[in-house]
Nanobody, 122 residues
């Protein structure tokens, strides 16, 4: 059974940084694309960033491009999201997900973590 466990969320002031981690188990991690999505209160879940199985291709939502960096360590079965220059609009529950191929639509991702809360105060 595939399991994804996010960590690293918390409360941070505007302008600060956080690094989220997502540890995967239950499938051959380096065969699959990974992504981060987020859902703010009262809003639909939205795409944040995605990475191919080998890290050779990355894609970011316009709202985070230049501030967030997605990466992965296949030896540790872990994907990361480094978040810099955070602002209150980044407040959300952040989810990692895995898919058979690189994608940006949530419907293409078949396994999801439970989410980690990120709160940015002004």
């Amino acid at each position: 059974q595939v399991q994804l466990v996010e960590s690293g969320g918390g409360l941070v002031q505007a302008g600060g940084s956080l690094r989220l981690s997502c540890a995967a188990s239950g499938r051959t991690f380096n065969n699959y694309a990974m992504a981060w999505f987020r859902q703010a209160p009262g809003k639909e879940r939205e795409f944040v960033a995605a990475i191919t199985w080998n890290g050779g291709r990355l894609h970011y939502a316009h709202s985070v491009n230049g501030r967030f960096t997605i990466s992965r360590d296949n030896a540790k079965n872990t994907v990361y999201l480094q978040m810099n220059s955070l602002n209150p609009d980044d407040t959300a529950v952040y989810y990692c997900a895995t898919a058979n191929s690189f994608a940006t639509r949530q419907y293409d991702y078949d396994y999801w973590g439970q989410g980690t809360q990120v709160t940015v105060s002004s």
